[in-house]
């Protein structure tokens, strides 16, 4: 994790929100307030490690990175008007704070703005950065249909969770290296190499961010641990704990499910249980394992200077174990 | 109007709508829907005919051409849900069909096809063509939030009102002309031109609008008639009467938009006495014939094969007096 890359994110930010037109205020406060919130900008400093491998201009990055950034908080604004969240980082989700339609308007301007610093990247790897773009972008709209989907669905397979998670959290963070690299000069096979270790690791993060839920430790975690058995949320773990249940322990896992709010404590103990009896957690670390080490052969295949490719590294496992 | 476009351009959404995924169904249906509706599709034709006049090579604008109007349907897709308007072109609105988060997640993913699109535009035009369709995308957002801040606004002037069309309308018919005229290889001065004939056009179409909606023999004019009284739409007439109305005739206006839906039929009549009273059709056409005029001034300062603009300005006399 590079410090300069991240300040030079946080002045660009900057830039960008006291750039945006005042009025109409409903349209661009929004913008400026989801921007401000902060959050740990993992995208656009993968799109300025991404660039750095293959050169030194790292402003030739900036826009994309902020458009990266821009672009995903354009989807967490209308995530939350569809998942109904009241808060994001702490605050006030924009719908709640305004109302939905402002949300959605305002969403979609943050992606039009994205868009605009997107198209600020040199010139010759526009083309493959717009490819790279467009992709992602919708297949992290797939991702969340499928995610909304599964919750009316009864039976979800490990497979299809595994390609739901890629698209909505993992084909983001490989296209901000990707891009970044084509900002940097790359060739497409090295900004394939690195898109290739970004959906990996991605995929591994989300699994252990699924691990951590339930394991984590509540100081370092920073969210309520058992948030996701209390909503029944079709995790690795509990898809895999579904499956593999059967006699006693499966009556008593979907006993725990229809379990209401007031029981959230017990639920918890009681799921995780399930969970333990069944090593649903060993299974977890091993199939988070198998991506982090696909991703770490992507990344070394990448034909870069190799204390560049160890910096890129770092980063990926401190975020691996971060809130363990 | 080129009948040859038209077909290139139907044929060109068939191909699109075909090669749409199957899933997740829930969000590309409705983009499938959305787009086989139908509609004037007047925003591609515009594209292909600033691209005609620069270049014999209609298809290097057709996806831009396409890609415009799945952007204006995208926006219509969100308008929608912000304004609950339960048809459009006769069928159900995709919220109504379906639900709100399908119409927000696919509008989204029409927005990023849409992009998709667009960048397979001529190459060495895409950073032009970027910047207008971003810049356009934006300012629509604005004329939509402007629209929707009016509707909470006691009291709204006629240029704020010309401004708020201008953004919401007029902006994306300029642009589509611009970024043919880019795509058929022209400079920026010309595409500039054409961009300005688009905008003041634009401006004159709406206007038309708000006086065909009173003035508009029903059979052709395709919507209710008095729509717009009856919702008490600020329109150019209305503003233009809550303006100049005093005495007898502002007691007489306030009093119709308070009456009630079932009295609907003696509302329109009523203010339209008012306006009739005010001659507010004639200011209306006479600020409509100011726009027209500065377009076609824009349109025949283009640089460009004679009978070529003459089709553009057939075409534009076309919409003019469409309905009336």
New interface residues.
Partial sequence: MNSLHLELIEEEIKTFTNDL?QS?A??YDPIRYTMNIGGKRMRPVLVLSGASLFSDDIQAALPAAVGIELFHNF?LL?DD??DMAPLRRGQPTVYKKWN???A??????M???S??LM?KSP?NA??RI??S???A??EV??G???D??FEQQACVTIPEYIRMIELKTAVLLAASLEIGAYCGGAYSTDAHKLYEFGRNIGIAFQLQDDILDVYGDPEKFGKQVGGDIVSNKKTYLLISALQQADGYLKEELLNWMQAGADQAVDKVSGVKEVYNRLHIREQAEAEMKKYYDVAMQSLLSVGADEKKLAGIRAFADALMVREQ
């Fill in positions: 037109p109409p409903h349209l989807t209308h008007i569809m939905p339609n402002i959605i308007l305002s969403g979609d301007a992606f039009a703005e868009l605009r198209a010139h526009l083309p717009l490819e773009f467009t992709k972008a919708l709209c797939e969340q249909q499928m909304m989907d």
